[in-house]
């Protein structure tokens, strides 16, 4: 079965960048997809079609993908913005979500 | 956000069937773009993916689960059931209700709303 996987945490100061990985098979030949999840929330999404921001996300995250790999930077980021992150994709029909990151802002 | 609202029983006995029940919002279960998904998230852990349906029908659930998830649609009542029989404790967790949404691209999809997610125990 298809695998995404993130780096289990990653550090970050405040006000600095924080890039979270997300690997995979010829990943760059699907689209990926973000998730933030604040400890006791649901999810939301915060990045689609690899590098596109939904409404209300704000300009400091970004996305790419490329090769077997997508990445989510949060640039400037915020305490805000602690919390985990999930990267997302399709096998076929198959839904598929990475291991999860935890940022943490320092 | 689009509100959905899962609902069901939060214990669950081993080797029952679990039935949830989501209820949609604020979009039409007609609508071409956009389905509804589940899925769970055990104590914890990392998000799974279970299923999906859209309005005309077409259907997916995960492979690892195939043979004990269901997925189903009531459009008059705007609601998505979703069926998992012979249940385990490892299928403990917190399940969502998503709206998932079809891009114009072909393999394009994303999860724009998401509901506050039932948890369900599995436990004798």
């Known amino acids: 079965s298809y695998e995404l996987t993130q780096p289990p945490s990653v550090s970050v100061s405040p006000g600095q960048t924080a890039t979270i990985s997300c690997s995979g098979d010829?990943?760059?030949?699907?689209?990926v997809s973000w998730y933030q999840q604040e400890p006791g929330q649901s999810p939301k999404l915060v990045m689609y079609?690899?590098?596109k921001r939904p409404s209300g996300i704000p300009e400091r995250f970004s996305g790419s993908n490329s090769a077997s790999t997508a990445t989510l930077t949060i640039s400037g980021t915020q305490a805000m913005d602690e919390a985990d992150y999930y990267c997302?994709?399709?096998?076929?029909?198959?839904?598929?979500f990475g291991t999860g990151t935890k940022v943490t802002v320092l | 956000q689009v509100p959905l609202k899962e609902s069901g029983p939060v214990l669950v006995k081993p080797t029952q069937t679990l039935t949830l029940t989501c209820t949609v919002s604020?979009?039409?279960?007609?609508?071409?773009?956009?389905?509804v998904s589940w899925i769970r998230q055990p104590p914890g852990k990392a998000l799974e993916w279970l299923a999906h349906i859209f309005s005309n029908d077409e259907k997916s659930s995960s492979t690892s689960l195939k043979s004990s998830v269901f997925i189903s649609k009531d459009t008059s009542k705007s609601q998505v059931v979703l069926t998992m029989t012979n249940v385990d404790p490892v299928d403990t967790a917190t399940y969502y209700c998503?709206?998932?949404?079809?891009?114009?691209?072909?393999?394009?999809?994303?999860?724009?709303?998401w509901g506050q997610g039932i948890l369900v125990t599995v436990s004798s």
């Open positions: 010829k990943l760059g030949d699907k689209y």
């Open positions: 079609d690899d590098n």
């Open positions: 997302q994709a399709w096998d076929g029909t198959t839904g598929v």
């Open positions: 604020g979009f039409s279960l007609t609508n071409p773009r956009v389905g």
């Open positions: 998503v709206r998932i949404v079809r891009g114009a691209a072909l393999g394009l999809y994303y999860f724009d709303s």
